[in-house]
Each structure stands twice: as structure tokens, then as C-alpha cells.
């Protein structure tokens, strides 16, 4: 008699099989360890956190350039601004008949940054919160209201009667001619009122250009729910009020458009841009809304991609902790699948239920991380809005908020991570045979795969060193993506990872003759020479984590010791002078011609430089624009040259019209030479100029072009200056003449030598303080990593520790010979680590750096910090290690089944 | 009358489930080979625990060799572990990272035995259950009848006066098994060490002065 062939189980079948090994054993699992599964759920969540943490922050920094004249206006269509310097406001009657009976609303912006009033003691540098002037046209702005019959009112606020508060009114209100005649009069957040305690009616102290300026609020900005929040630091001001303020008569910063509500998104939009266009001429360029946020995003996307790789380490190292965790339960379920497998679950079911649950551990683990990341992004705003200031823009952000479009990239990134590392110990399981393990017991080993490590990590140290010599990916805006050198790091750490297990078997044998007299070490060391798949994944994360780690000291320690070379060979005058308003790096607060012509006449002042400075728009991105004396910096050795001029007359104003030099990131950034002629759009009309040489310059990675000032400043029309350096007289005390200058100039802040070069390499160490945040997260998370790898060893090898017992080893021997064990593994990663940081410091010097900023580094390798980080993994791994190894000694024996 | 070793009075044990042993109380002499026996999870094993001091009895006494072993600190327990008993598993439970002659070694290692006497002894040893020419094998190397005698070979190098032998012969085909009794008995007698033998084989009872029958957690027979 004959039965019927057995059937393929269906796709309906196949997936309740999958469901019922879930929920009855995985999930049961779950429950019963409870701890565990929660400390591997955190764990994933850190480093989901750290990676949201940081998309947040940057988000937020990037979205606060965008939002300041949103919040009064609404989304304008297009934006038309001056390549270089300031519009003439005479271009907005043209405007007006270029555009009549189109509906256009045109609005004429003048933006400031402009900060509070130094403290007396305060010395920092960029330390205080930038404040944002913006100049508006108010009528023009309450009449828009009136006619889009908004809730909107600016002129009807009372005296002592702040609007956020809600009592009586208790005065007359502010009226239009009152407001409009009070030149001082200004318009503040509803944020700055409340937490600055401030009414309608109180004063605000502010410091523009060299003045110290006294505010009256005269009103709180109107806002609306269907437009961005007010931002904290925003005031408002009536526009010629503040070209007064600002002595920028007649000038404008940029004109904004309103388009009528028919017109926008159809081709007449671009109709009326194009007249825009022609009515401006040379004068202006335009833009949209979307390509001015793009500028900001552009600005600062070599930053925010390092930063975000950065956090991705916490993830990777949660990646592998997760890989590892899946597989410690495949080893300890070894003989639940092989019964499973016996009952006829097929192998494709079991990889499905474990696939299964690494996906639910990756969606869990990504919606704790986004809540926890979205917490830490508080914090890291403020961080990242520093160095933003510092580097980039000013951006006064200070929260960061959800965003959907974040959060989900970061649960999916968590789950596919998870999935990924899942995959393999879910085929593990999925091999198990059904029949063997349950003849053999606990004792049945499990085949490692007979990975050649050699041979694999050899190719791919051959990789990363080929992935680091290829160029750099074009961004928008002249930046660069070195996607060659983060994949050669990322080799790199891969094929040391896989080779430094090899330490494992060298230290084992070396170690074997200390070893020999204590049945701990002996026992510890015997595992050692014979490393399993486990010990090496944990060495290779340790390494991962202390590379990544090693190769940050080495670059940042490189940094510092260029930054110093550089602004002990720059940074020559005794006093240094600027706006004290310029707290952030897009301040350009400037000192006008009696002040500093005051300055630079005194008779105890032996020499001096008067700079101009101000941001131009080439057409691949903007620069610095920086008009000098050259011969000032020549007389002072002042350059750091890379490409010193050969032809002699760039440092005589008479013959240097036509000639320029630039800095290194510039060259690197547009890929010109010494030689190349460059195009300068600037109010007089294009300016053409030759490149006469390159020189060092570690304070601007946007790159700097730099001409005599007496041409910029007739090209700009201006006799304003914005930083002025001075060489004091002989025998003139420089602390002497910085009081006496503070004292007659209080709007400008005054530095000796050596308070700059300090505050220039306090700024410089702040910027880097995120970056040790999240290396800190990384080594934590792979630190723990090694206990649980540890704990899983033992887990493996519970019939061992019976017998350690039963043979009379005391749990201090198992701890011992556990401690001996993990700090070995310690050792390797963190000594393979630090070999490896070597290479990865070189990558980021040589190729990362270079390709990003294009800066040229002197590498440095700090001994004594890379040797502390070596000492304290492997001190803190030995124990975690022998906080293992006693809990592994209280391990139940196994019982009678 | 030899001496007794081991004297086990009402030991009861419960885990989660239920109790797993109910006053189990015997004796063991000196020299005198005494099988455990009865079905799956009547208590064997955990009063073999028990009386290792792997496990601890809720209630009851255990003196072996006249010491309390329910009184004993951790410490205390490793240390006559260490020095009295030896044990010999089913699943033999070699360290597999160790070779065959310094897992024998081992416990002398724990005993602080100078090398050349641990050694010496292990050497004889070896030479005694027949596997000297296998000495710098990895347990992983072994057959199963070469690991049991590996195991035995260690349960009874630091001479301890008890060996507890849990279904020694259970991984075993009978050809080997065969042999490993006869070497215990052998080895046993030879050193008149006592020994605790748990097993469901006729033939592994065939070699014991005594026999005690197990079931639900207390003693059925006593013969």
C-alpha cells in the first residue's frame, strides 16, 4: 500500500506557521527575558536616537534661515538681492512700472544681524544669541493685511499692556504716525517678550555696526496659525528707520515678490520673473524661496553630512549588537528549531519567524529612538546652532521639532538595519538540521562558517586604499562629497575588523606561557587561541568604535595644531577691532569711515589695517569677499602661502587693480589655479581679475577672495570698514590702548593678540563638541556590546560552566578566567583600533577634510590621548568582562529533563 | 565496616514546577559502588546537584566525609568540590578548548599542584585509561569512548574519596560502554574511592555492591 506524496505547505499555511512560531516561541522568549530584550531594545534606540538626534538639529538650523520674513509676509515667489553688496532702493519705482497692473506685491527687505550688549565681564567670543533686525515696509505690510482681511494688526497695540498678556489695555494705542515718526521704534517675538520680561513700551539695548543703540518696543509681531512661528530673536522695524539706524540710506538687501493667487505655478509666473530680471539688469539676481533655503542647505551640507555620518556610527554599532543578539538566540534555541524542524516546520518558515522578529525589534527599537532622539535633539540644536553661527549663518533656533518626513526615515532606517542584521542568524536557524542536535544535547556544535580572514580582509584594505585616491562627488554651490574616502574608511574598518580577529590567536599564543600557572588564565587564554565567530564580531566592533574614535582625535588633533600654526603666523597686530555685534560668521556689521579713520590716526598706532569683508555670489556659490592692504600683511608676514605671487605688484595698490588672491578652500572649492581670471559682479560692473596666489586660510571653508580695499571699496561704494588690526607704537602698552578704545567705542569690541588667538581656538574646540558626543555614544554602545557578546559566550557554554563548577571553580575563578577572556577581546579591538585610526586619520586628513573644506592639514598624531582611549576601553571591557563572568558563575546547572 | 563518605538525611528540593525531591535520605561507604537508578525526572540528577553542592537542597542534611555540605559558604563548597569529589557526565562536558592531558591536569591546576607532579600524574593516568598516544588532542577530536575515559581520567586524578558518574554510559555504544564500566570499577577499587553512579543500564548496576530506585522524588527500593 501506497500513501499520497505529501504536499508544499501554501503561502496562507506558510504564514500562520510563521505567526504561530512567533507569537509561541519567539515572542514568549521575549517575555521571559525580559531585561535582556529590553537592554537590546535601548540599545537600538541610542543609536536610532543619536542618528535623529542630529537629522533634527540640522533640520531646525537650516529651516530658521529660511523662516524670517515667512512669518510676516507669507511665501513670497520670488526673491531679488544684489550679487555683491546692497540694491539702491531706486530700483523699486522701476519695479513698479515694470510690474503695474500685474498685481505684484513688492516688498523691500533691509536684514541685519545686530546682537545684545556685551556683559562687562564677558569675553567670549560669538557667545551671545545673534539677533535678527528686519527692515519692512509697515504700512505697506498692515494694508496686505487689511486687503487679505487678515486678523493682523501692527499699529493698534497698547502701552504696559503686552499683547500675550491678557489684561486690560491701559493706555492709548500705538498709532501709525507715532510709530512711523519714532525712529527707535521696533517690533519684538512674542517669545522675546515673555522671557525677556518686556511690554509695549520698554526698552531694548541692541549693538549695531560701532553704536549701542537704544529699542522701544512699540508692538509684538503679529502672528498667524497658518505661518511659521515667530522666531525668538526676530524684531521688526519700520524699513527707513532702520537705513537710518544702520546708515544704509537708500539701500536695500533684497526685494521679495508676491505674485497675485491666479498667476502662481503657471507660466506667467515666470513671465513676471523674467521682468523682473530685465528691469534689474546686472543689478540683481533672482531667486525663488526654494533655491534661497537650498543656499542655506548648500552652505552647510559638508557639516551636516560628516555630523550625520557621525551618528550613523551609534546605529552600526547597534546594527551589530542586534546581528549578534539574534544569534546568541538562534545558538541558545538551537534544540526548540531542530524540534520545530522535526515537527516539520520547514527551514523557509523558521528564517521568515526570525526575519520576523529582528523587523518588529527594528520597528520598536526606531519609534523609542525617535522619541528619544527627538529629546536629545533639544540639546543638540543648541550645539549645532553654534557652530552654524560660528561657521555659517545666523540661525537663533533653539528647538527642534518633530518632522514627519524625519521620523519616518528613521524607523525605516531602524528596521532595515535590523532586517539586515537579522538575515544571517535567521539562515542560521533555518540550517539547523532537525534530527542531530536533539541526539546530541547543548554539547552539539554548531559548524562555524570557515570565513578566510585573510583573504577577505586583504581585498578590502586593497579597496579602501583604491575607494581614497577617487575624486570627490560635484554638489551644488561649489561643495564636494568625498564619497570615495567615507567608503575607504568604511572598507578600511571592514577589513581590519575581519583581520584583527587574528590578534585573537597571536595574543592567545603569546600569552600562553603567563598563562600556564593559573587554571583561570589558563582556561581564558585556551578560548582565546581558539576564537569563535562571536569573539571576533566583538573585537571588530570595538574597532569599529575606537577607529572611528582614534581617527577623530588624530584629525581634530591635526586641525588644532594647523589652526594654531596658522593664527600664530596670521594673528601679528597687537589689537584687533570689529563690530561687537558680529557674533556669527554671516554678521557683517561694519565701522564707518570717522570711526575707524579715528582709530587708525592715533599717534600711539605705529601701523594698521582696515578690512572689508562682505559675502558675494559667484555663479556656482557664494564666497568671502575680502578687500585688504595687502602690503600690511606682507610687511607682517601675515600669509601662510601654499602659492606665493610672483609678480610683485599685488601689494601695490596703484598697480593691483586687476589682480587677486584667493585661499585654498576657494581653489579647491571652484578648481582654479594661480594664473585663472575671475569674474566679480559688484555694483560698478563686472570686475575681471587674476589669480596671483593661494594661501592658507583655516577660518573660512566656503573660500575667501581677497583685493586691495581701496578698489572694493569703490566698487561697493562704500568707506565703511569691517575689521580693523593694529600695530601698536613702540612702548605703548596694548592692554593700555585697548581700555582707552573700549572706553571711547563701546559698540566695538576690542581684542589683544592673545585673546583672539584664544577665543579663535575656543570656537574652533566648541565646534567639535557634538562630534566627541557622538563618538562617546559609540564606544558606550560597543562597550555594552562587549558584555552582552561575553554574556552570550557564556550562555553558549552553560554545560561548561557546570562543569567548572562541579570540577570546584569558585565564581571568582570563572569571573577571572571571563575577565581574562574579555579583556584580550578588549585589547584586540582597541590595539587593532588604534592601528587602523592611523589609516582612517590619514583618510580623514588627506581625503575627507581635503575634499570637503579644502584645507590643507600638518597631521599630528596625540599620543597620549589615543593611548588613554586604548587604556580605558580595555579597562572598562575587562570589567564589563568580570561583571560577566560572576553573573555567568550564578548560572543555574542544568537540571534533569 | 569502612567508612562512611557520603550520608544524605531528608533531602527535599522543589523548583518552580513542583517538588523534585521528597526526604531522600542514604548512605555511601568508602570503596562501596552504589547505583542510582529510575525513569526520566525522578530526581536523579538534582540530588546528584545536590550532593556536588552545584545545587542547594531547600531541607535535609548532606555530610560528606563528615561535613555538612548544606552549611557551606560558595567558597566552601568549591573547595570540596575541588578536593573530594569527582564527576563524570553523560554528555562528558570536556573543556573543548583544552587539550586531553590539560584537561586532566585541571583540577590538580585548581588544587595547585606544582606542574611536573600534575604532569607526572596526568601522564599516568593517561597511560592507564588507554588514551596516552591522544594526550595533545583536542576534546573535539575525540570518540565518544575516548572522551568518557578523558572524563574519568580527570574525575579521578586529584584522587577524591566520591565519584558522582551521571548515565556515564548513556552516550555510549555498548561496546564502549562496556569498557568504560569495567575501567571504573577497576579504578574505583584500585583507589577504594566511593562511587555514585546514576543510570538507567542493567549493566551499569551489574557493577555496584548496591542499588537505590528512585521515583517521584524519594527512594522506592533500597537493595
Same mark, same amino acid.
Not at chain 1, 546708515?247 to 491666479?262: H, N, S, T, V, Y
Not at chain 1, 579647491?668 to 596671483?692: H, M, S, Y
Given at each position: 500500500?501506497?500513501?499520497?506524496?505529501?504536499?508544499?505547505?501554501?503561502?496562507?499555511?506558510?504564514?500562520?506557521?510563521?505567526?504561530?512560531?512567533?507569537?509561541?516561541?519567539?515572542?514568549?522568549?521575549?517575555?521571559?527575558?525580559?531585561?535582556?530584550?529590553l537592554l537590546l531594545l535601548i540599545l537600538l534606540a541610542i543609536g536610532v536616537a543619536a542618528f535623529f538626534s542630529i537629522r533634527l538639529a540640522n533640520r531646525a538650523a537650516v529651516a530658521s534661515f529660511a523662516s524670517f520674513t515667512n512669518v510676516v509676509t507669507k511665501q513670497t515667489d520670488a526673491i531679488l538681492a544684489a550679487p555683491v553688496g546692497n540694491l539702491s532702493d531706486s530700483i523699486l519705482e522701476e519695479l513698479g512700472t515694470a510690474l503695474k497692473g500685474d498685481g505684484v506685491e513688492i516688498i523691500p527687505i533691509l536684514e541685519l544681524v545686530a546682537a545684545t550688549p556685551r556683559l562687562?565681564?564677558?569675553?567670549?567670543?560669538?557667545?551671545?544669541?545673534?539677533?535678527?533686525?528686519?527692515?519692512?515696509?509697515?504700512?505697506?505690510?498692515?494694508?496686505?493685511?487689511?486687503?487679505?482681511?487678515?486678523?493682523?494688526?501692527?499699529?493698534?497695540? !497698547?502701552?504696559?499692556?503686552?499683547?500675550?498678556?491678557?489684561?486690560?489695555?491701559?493706555?492709548?494705542?500705538?498709532?501709525?504716525?507715532?510709530?512711523?515718526?519714532?525712529?527707535?521704534?521696533?517690533?519684538?517675538?512674542? !517669545?522675546?517678550?515673555?522671557?525677556?520680561?518686556?511690554?509695549?513700551?520698554?526698552?531694548?539695548?541692541?549693538?549695531?555696526?560701532?553704536?549701542?543703540?537704544?529699542?522701544?518696543?512699540?508692538?509684538?509681531?503679529?502672528?498667524?496659525?497658518?505661518?511659521?512661528?515667530?522666531?525668538?530673536?526676530?524684531?521688526?522695524?519700520?524699513?527707513?528707520?532702520?537705513?537710518?539706524?544702520?546708515?544704509?540710506?537708500?539701500?536695500?538687501?533684497?526685494?521679495?515678490?508676491?505674485?497675485?493667487?491666479?498667476?502662481?505655478?503657471?507660466?506667467?509666473?515666470?513671465?513676471?520673473?523674467?521682468?523682473?530680471?530685465?528691469?534689474?539688469?546686472?543689478?540683481?539676481?533672482?531667486?525663488?524661496?526654494?533655491?534661497?533655503?537650498?543656499?542655506?542647505?548648500?552652505? &552647510?551640507? %559638508?557639516?551636516?553630512?560628516?555630523?550625520?555620518?557621525?551618528?550613523?556610527?551609534?546605529?552600526?554599532?547597534?546594527?551589530?549588537?542586534?546581528?549578534?543578539?539574534?544569534?546568541?538566540?538562534?545558538?541558545?534555541?538551537?534544540?526548540?528549531?531542530? &524540534?520545530?524542524?522535526?515537527?516539520?516546520?520547514?527551514?523557509?518558515?523558521?528564517?521568515?519567524?526570525?526575519?520576523?522578529?529582528?523587523?518588529?525589534?527594528?520597528?520598536?527599537?526606531?519609534?523609542?529612538?525617535?522619541? %528619544?532622539?527627538?529629546?536629545?535633539?533639544? %540639546?543638540?540644536?543648541?550645539?549645532?546652532?553654534?557652530?552654524?553661527?560660528?561657521?555659517?549663518?545666523? &540661525?537663533?533656533?533653539?528647538?527642534?521639532?518633530?518632522?514627519?518626513?524625519?521620523?519616518?526615515?528613521?524607523?525605516?532606517?531602524?528596521?532595515?538595519?535590523?532586517?539586515?542584521?537579522?538575515?544571517?542568524?535567521?539562515?542560521?536557524?533555518?540550517?539547523?538540521?532537525?534530527?542531530?542536535?536533539?541526539?546530541?544535547?547543548?554539547?552539539?556544535?554548531?559548524?562555524?562558517?570557515?570565513?578566510?580572514?585573510?583573504?577577505?580582509?586583504?581585498?578590502?584594505?586593497?579597496?579602501?586604499?583604491?575607494?581614497?585616491?577617487?575624486?570627490?562627488?560635484?554638489?551644488?554651490?561649489?561643495?564636494?562629497?568625498?564619497?570615495?574616502?567615507?567608503l575607504s574608511a568604511l572598507f578600511g574598518i571592514l577589513g581590519g575588523g575581519i583581520i584583527t580577529g587574528e590578534f585573537l590567536l597571536l595574543l592567545g599564543f603569546v600569552a600562553a606561557p603567563l598563562t600556564k600557572n593559573s587554571a583561570s588564565l589558563k582556561l581564558g587564554n585556551s578560548h582565546i587561541s581558539q576564537p569563535t565567530g562571536r569573539h571576533r564580531w566583538a573585537v571588530a566592533a570595538l574597532l569599529c568604535a575606537v577607529a572611528m574614535t582614534g581617527g577623530m582625535i588624530i584629525l581634530v588633533a591635526s586641525f588644532e595644531k594647523s589652526v594654531s600654526l596658522w593664527i600664530q603666523?596670521?594673528?601679528?597686530?597687537?589689537?584687533?577691532?570689529?563690530?561687537?555685534?558680529?557674533?556669527?560668521?554671516?554678521?557683517?556689521?561694519?565701522?564707518?569711515?570717522?570711526?575707524?579713520?579715528?582709530?587708525?590716526?592715533?599717534?600711539?598706532?605705529?601701523?594698521?589695517?582696515?578690512?572689508?569683508?562682505?559675502?558675494?555670489?559667484?555663479?556656482?556659490?557664494?564666497?568671502?569677499?575680502? %578687500?585688504?592692504?595687502?602690503?600690511?600683511?606682507?610687511?607682517?608676514?601675515?600669509? &601662510?602661502?601654499?602659492?606665493?605671487?610672483?609678480?610683485?605688484?599685488?601689494?601695490?595698490?596703484?598697480?593691483?587693480?586687476?589682480?587677486?588672491?584667493?585661499?585654498?578652500?576657494?581653489?579647491?572649492?571652484?578648481?582654479?589655479?594661480?594664473?585663472?581670471?575671475?569674474?566679480?559682479?559688484?555694483?560698478?560692473?563686472?570686475?575681471?581679475?587674476?589669480?596671483?596666489?593661494?594661501y592658507s586660510d583655516y577660518g573660512d571653508e566656503k573660500g575667501v577672495i581677497m583685493v586691495d580695499r581701496t578698489h572694493l571699496s569703490r566698487w561697493m561704494n562704500t568707506t565703511d570698514a569691517s575689521t580693523l588690526s593694529l600695530i601698536a607704537s613702540p612702548g605703548t602698552d596694548p592692554l593700555r590702548l585697548q581700555s582707552e578704545l573700549r572706553q571711547r567705542h563701546p559698540g566695538l569690541a576690542i581684542l589683544t593678540n592673545t585673546h583672539l588667538r584664544n577665543e579663535v581656538m575656543r570656537i574652533f574646540r566648541q565646534t567639535f563638541a557634538i562630534t566627541y558626543a557622538l563618538e562617546g555614544?559609540?564606544?558606550?554602545?560597543?562597550?555594552?556590546?562587549?558584555?552582552? !557578546?561575553?554574556?552570550?559566550?557564556?550562555?553558549?557554554?552553560?554545560?561548561?560552566?557546570?562543569?567548572?563548577?562541579?570540577?570546584?571553580?569558585?565564581?571568582?575563578?570563572?569571573?577571572?578566567?571571563?575577565?581574562?577572556?574579555?579583556?584580550?577581546?578588549?585589547?584586540?579591538?582597541?590595539?587593532?583600533?588604534?592601528?587602523?585610526?592611523?589609516?582612517?586619520?590619514?583618510?580623514?586628513?588627506?581625503?575627507?577634510?581635503?575634499?570637503?573644506?579644502?584645507?590643507?592639514?600638518?597631521?599630528?598624531?596625540?599620543?597620549?590621548?589615543?593611548?588613554?582611549?586604548?587604556?580605558?576601553?580595555?579597562?572598562?571591557?575587562?570589567?564589563?568582562?568580570?561583571?560577566?563572568?560572576?553573573?555567568?558563575?550564578?548560572?543555574?546547572?542544568?537540571?534533569?529533563? | 565496616?569502612?567508612?562512611?563518605?557520603?550520608?544524605?538525611?531528608?533531602?527535599?528540593?522543589?523548583?518552580?514546577?513542583?517538588?523534585?525531591?521528597?526526604?531522600?535520605?542514604?548512605?555511601?561507604?568508602?570503596?562501596?559502588?552504589?547505583?542510582?537508578?529510575?525513569?526520566?525526572?525522578?530526581?536523579?540528577?538534582?540530588?546528584?546537584?545536590?550532593?556536588?553542592?552545584?545545587?542547594?537542597?531547600?531541607?535535609?542534611?548532606?555530610?560528606?566525609?563528615?561535613?555538612?555540605?548544606?552549611?557551606?559558604?560558595?567558597?566552601?563548597?568549591?573547595?570540596?568540590?575541588?578536593?573530594?569529589?569527582?564527576?563524570?557526565?553523560?554528555?562528558?562536558?570536556?573543556?573543548?578548548?583544552?587539550?586531553?592531558?590539560?584537561?586532566?591536569?585541571?583540577?590538580?591546576?585548581?588544587?595547585?599542584?606544582?606542574?611536573?607532579?600534575?604532569?607526572?600524574?596526568?601522564?599516568?593516568?593517561?597511560?592507564?585509561?588507554?588514551?596516552?598516544?591522544?594526550?595533545?588532542?583536542?576534546?573535539?577530536?575525540?570518540?565518544?569512548?575516548?572522551?568518557?575515559?578523558?572524563?574519568?581520567?580527570?574525575?579521578?586524578?586529584?584522587?577524591?574519596?566520591?565519584?558522582?558518574?551521571?548515565?556515564?554510559?548513556?552516550?555510549?555504544?555498548?561496546?564502549?560502554?562496556?569498557?568504560?564500566?569495567?575501567?571504573?570499577?577497576?579504578?574505583?577499587?584500585?583507589?577504594?574511592?566511593?562511587?555514585?553512579?546514576?543510570?538507567?543500564?542493567?549493566?551499569?548496576?551489574?557493577?555496584?555492591?548496591?542499588?537505590?530506585?528512585?521515583?517521584?522524588?524519594?527512594?522506592?527500593?533500597?537493595?
Open positions: 500500500m501506497t500513501t499520497a506524496r505529501p504536499s508544499l505547505p501554501k503561502n496562507a499555511a506558510q504564514s500562520a506557521v510563521v505567526r504561530t512560531i512567533f507569537t509561541r516561541v519567539i515572542w514568549r522568549h521575549w517575555k521571559q527575558e525580559t531585561r535582556r530584550s562687562s565681564q564677558e569675553t567670549k567670543l560669538n557667545s551671545r544669541p545673534p539677533i535678527t533686525l528686519l527692515g519692512l515696509d509697515l504700512v505697506a505690510l498692515q494694508n496686505l493685511a487689511d486687503r487679505e482681511e487678515q486678523d493682523r494688526k501692527w499699529f493698534s497695540q !497698547t502701552k504696559a499692556a503686552p499683547s500675550h498678556q491678557t489684561t486690560e489695555p491701559q493706555a492709548a494705542p500705538n498709532d501709525l504716525w507715532r510709530i512711523l515718526n519714532q525712529p527707535n521704534a521696533v517690533f519684538c517675538s512674542e !517669545t522675546m517678550a515673555r522671557e525677556d520680561s518686556l511690554n509695549v513700551g520698554s526698552n531694548l539695548s541692541m549693538v549695531l555696526n560701532d553704536k549701542q543703540l537704544e529699542l522701544e518696543i512699540c508692538g509684538i509681531i503679529p502672528g498667524r496659525s497658518d505661518q511659521p512661528a515667530v522666531p525668538r530673536n526676530l524684531i521688526i522695524v519700520d524699513l527707513p528707520a532702520l537705513q537710518h539706524l544702520a546708515g544704509k540710506q537708500g539701500l536695500l538687501d533684497r526685494i521679495e515678490f508676491l505674485f497675485p493667487p491666479a498667476v502662481k505655478g503657471t507660466p506667467a509666473a515666470q513671465t513676471l520673473i523674467d521682468k523682473i530680471e530685465k528691469t534689474a539688469g546686472g543689478r540683481g539676481r533672482v531667486k525663488t524661496p526654494e533655491s534661497r533655503r537650498e543656499t542655506a542647505a548648500v552652505m &552647510t551640507q %559638508g557639516f551636516q553630512l560628516n555630523l550625520t555620518i557621525l551618528s550613523l556610527l551609534a546605529l552600526l554599532v547597534g546594527i551589530y549588537l542586534i546581528f549578534q543578539s539574534l544569534d546568541a538566540a538562534v545558538v541558545r534555541r538551537r534544540s526548540e528549531i531542530a &524540534t520545530l524542524r522535526a515537527l516539520g516546520v520547514t527551514p523557509r518558515e523558521i528564517l521568515y519567524a526570525w526575519v520576523l522578529e529582528a523587523l518588529i525589534l527594528g520597528i520598536a527599537g526606531g519609534v523609542l529612538g525617535t522619541f %528619544g532622539g527627538w529629546l536629545l535633539a533639544q %540639546g543638540a540644536v543648541r550645539v549645532v546652532s553654534t557652530t552654524v553661527n560660528a561657521l555659517y549663518y545666523a &540661525t537663533n533656533v533653539t528647538a527642534a521639532e518633530l518632522h514627519l518626513g524625519e521620523t519616518l526615515l528613521a524607523i525605516s532606517t531602524a528596521v532595515a538595519c535590523s532586517v539586515l542584521a537579522g538575515w544571517l542568524p535567521a539562515s542560521r536557524a533555518a540550517l539547523i538540521p532537525p534530527a542531530q542536535l536533539l541526539t546530541r544535547g547543548m554539547d552539539a556544535k554548531e559548524p562555524e562558517p570557515q570565513l578566510r580572514h585573510i583573504v577577505w580582509g586583504t581585498p578590502l584594505f586593497l579597496a579602501a586604499i583604491g575607494l581614497a585616491l577617487l575624486p570627490p562627488i560635484a554638489l551644488k554651490g561649489g561643495g564636494h562629497f568625498p564619497l570615495g574616502g567615507y603666523h596670521t594673528l601679528q597686530a597687537d589689537l584687533y577691532v570689529t563690530s561687537d555685534a558680529n557674533q556669527t560668521a554671516t554678521s557683517y556689521n561694519r565701522i564707518p569711515e570717522a570711526t575707524w579713520s579715528a582709530i587708525v590716526t592715533q599717534t600711539d598706532i605705529s601701523d594698521s589695517d582696515v578690512a572689508l569683508i562682505l559675502p558675494a555670489e559667484l555663479p556656482n556659490g557664494t564666497v568671502r569677499l575680502m %578687500g585688504t592692504n595687502l602690503a600690511f600683511y606682507e610687511r607682517h608676514n601675515q600669509f &601662510t602661502w601654499l602659492q606665493k605671487p610672483t609678480d610683485h605688484r599685488i601689494y601695490q595698490t596703484s598697480e593691483n587693480t586687476a589682480l587677486c588672491i584667493v585661499s585654498e578652500a576657494f581653489t579647491e572649492r571652484f578648481g582654479n589655479r594661480v594664473g585663472d581670471p575671475l569674474e566679480l559682479p559688484t555694483p560698478l560692473g563686472k570686475q575681471t581679475l587674476t589669480i596671483a596666489g593661494i555614544i559609540g564606544i558606550l554602545v560597543s562597550l555594552v556590546g562587549l558584555g552582552t !557578546t561575553l554574556a552570550s559566550i557564556l550562555l553558549e557554554r552553560k554545560n561548561e560552566l557546570t562543569t567548572l563548577r562541579a570540577l570546584g571553580m569558585t565564581p571568582r575563578h570563572i569571573a577571572f578566567a571571563t575577565a581574562w577572556e574579555g579583556s584580550a577581546i578588549a585589547f584586540c579591538g582597541a590595539f587593532g583600533g588604534l592601528l587602523m585610526s592611523i589609516g582612517l586619520g590619514a583618510v580623514l586628513i588627506y581625503v575627507v577634510n581635503k575634499q570637503t573644506f579644502g584645507w590643507t592639514l600638518q597631521p599630528m598624531v596625540p599620543v597620549r590621548p589615543l593611548l588613554a582611549l586604548v587604556c580605558g576601553v580595555v579597562l572598562c571591557g575587562s570589567l564589563t568582562a568580570w561583571c560577566v563572568g560572576r553573573w555567568g558563575s550564578t548560572l543555574p546547572a542544568d537540571r534533569e529533563p | 565496616m569502612s567508612a562512611i563518605v557520603l550520608e544524605c538525611r531528608e533531602i527535599c528540593k522543589s523548583y518552580d514546577q513542583g517538588p523534585v525531591l521528597r526526604g531522600v535520605s542514604m548512605l555511601l561507604h568508602e570503596g562501596e559502588r552504589l547505583a542510582l537508578t529510575g525513569p526520566s525526572g525522578c530526581g536523579k540528577t538534582t540530588l546528584l546537584n545536590c550532593i556536588g553542592g552545584i545545587d542547594r537542597p531547600d531541607s535535609g542534611q548532606i555530610q560528606l566525609l563528615g561535613h555538612d555540605l548544606t552549611t557551606l559558604n560558595a567558597l566552601l563548597l568549591a573547595s570540596m568540590r575541588r578536593q573530594k569529589i569527582g564527576n563524570i557526565f553523560q554528555f562528558f562536558h570536556l573543556l573543548p578548548t583544552l587539550s586531553v592531558q590539560e584537561n586532566i591536569e585541571f583540577p590538580l591546576q585548581l588544587l595547585d599542584i606544582p606542574p611536573k607532579e600534575r604532569s607526572e600524574r596526568a601522564a599516568a593516568l593517561l597511560e592507564r585509561v588507554g588514551i596516552a598516544h591522544r594526550a595533545q588532542a583536542l576534546p573535539a577530536k575525540l570518540s565518544g569512548g575516548e572522551m568518557q575515559r578523558v572524563a574519568i581520567a580527570r574525575a579521578l586524578i586529584h584522587r577524591p574519596a566520591l565519584i558522582l558518574a551521571d548515565e556515564p554510559t548513556g552516550n555510549l555504544d555498548s561496546h564502549n560502554g562496556a569498557n568504560i564500566l569495567a575501567l571504573l570499577k577497576e579504578l574505583t577499587e584500585e583507589t577504594s574511592t566511593a562511587l555514585l553512579l546514576v543510570t538507567h543500564s542493567a549493566e551499569a548496576t551489574q557493577i555496584c555492591h548496591r542499588r537505590i530506585a528512585m521515583r517521584d522524588g524519594a527512594i522506592a527500593h533500597d537493595e
